[in-house]
């Protein structure tokens, strides 16, 4: 053997070359947690939690009656509802006659399959915390998940992970939120905070809202510093919603 041969077999090398492979290697895998651009990790076997509303929830949606519920100008609610228990987005956004603070929220929404539609137009819907911070409802399964897909806080914060199941299928949203909180002379001094579960799995985690959602009531119709109601939106795409119910902090209820 040459003598080349026998320093590149030299013992004391073979760890630190498979050292440096498993570092490049971990690097180029690696899955991306919210920030950044790396590719989000995909998580499988998930399902929708069909929690039933705990005792001191208070229902806003039980499969027969929305009469939680009115359109953006104070109309009745023309969502269509279901012999399923379900109801289905129609004629217009709509918004709890009940406005909140700070809570827990339970939902479940079921994505129409449209292989014709593309990126935004593929069963969108969402669901706004105060009227003004969206968790978006898109088909997004198995994508590469950015800050405007299903699970994102639209424009502000990408999900962790993307856990989303395929359309047609029920899914469920458990969020957590605090609104924004301002100073006396009425400065914004911590954004709204939201954390979500998408079928049980976190994707996001304690993200600061820090701007309302382009498409959320408006600075007339409800003010940051004010509780404000939980809003449906209507995106134009026949989505599905079951099973919604709310747990506010505090005495904060109006
Ligand atoms: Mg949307």
């Known amino acids: 053997m040459k003598r080349k041969d026998k320093w590149l077999l030299r013992s004391s090398w073979v760890p630190a070359i498979i050292a440096a492979a498993a570092f490049f290697a971990g690097i180029f895998a690696a899955p991306c947690f919210g920030e950044g651009t790396g590719k989000l990790r995909q998580v499988t076997n998930v399902s929708?939690?069909?929690?039933?509303?705990?005792?001191?929830?208070?229902?806003?949606?039980?499969?027969?009656?929305?009469?939680?519920?009115?359109?953006?100008?104070?109309?009745?609610?023309?969502?269509?509802l279901l012999p399923t228990g379900a109801m289905r987005v129609r004629g217009g956004s709509i918004i709890t006659k009940q406005k909140f603070t700070d809570f827990q929220l339970h939902l479940e929404f079921k994505i129409p399959y449209m292989p014709e539609a593309k990126g935004q137009g593929r069963g969108n819907s969402g669901v706004y915390m105060q009227g003004l911070y969206e968790v978006q409802v898109l088909d997004s399964y198995g994508l590469d998940s950015k800050d405007n897909d299903c699970g994102?806080?639209?424009?502000?914060?990408?999900?962790?992970?993307?856990?989303?199941?395929?359309?047609?299928?029920?899914?469920?949203?458990?969020?957590?939120?605090?609104?924004?909180?301002?100073?006396?002379?009425?400065?914004?001094?911590k954004p709204a905070r939201i954390s979500v579960l998408q079928n049980g799995v976190w994707i996001q985690d304690n993200a600061e809202a820090w701007k309302r959602t382009t498409a959320s009531m408006n600075e007339k119709e409800q003010d940051e510093k004010e509780p404000g109601p939980i809003l449906l939106q209507d995106h134009g795409n026949p989505v599905q919603y079951r099973n919604i119910w709310i747990r506010p902090l505090g005495p904060t209820v109006r």
């Not at 939690?49 to 009745?76: C, H, Q, Y």
């Not at 994102?152 to 949203?173: D, H, T």
Request: net charge positive; aromatic share 12%.
């Open 48 to 80: 929708s939690a069909n929690t039933k509303p705990p005792s001191d929830a208070i229902v806003l949606f039980d499969g027969k009656s929305t009469d939680a519920w009115t359109r953006m100008n104070g109309e009745r609610c023309r969502w269509e």
């Open 152 to 189: 994102g806080i639209y424009r502000v914060s990408r999900p962790m992970v993307n856990a989303c199941l395929k359309p047609a299928e029920w899914q469920s949203y458990d969020v957590l939120f605090h609104s924004p909180r301002f100073d006396e002379s009425g400065k914004m001094v």
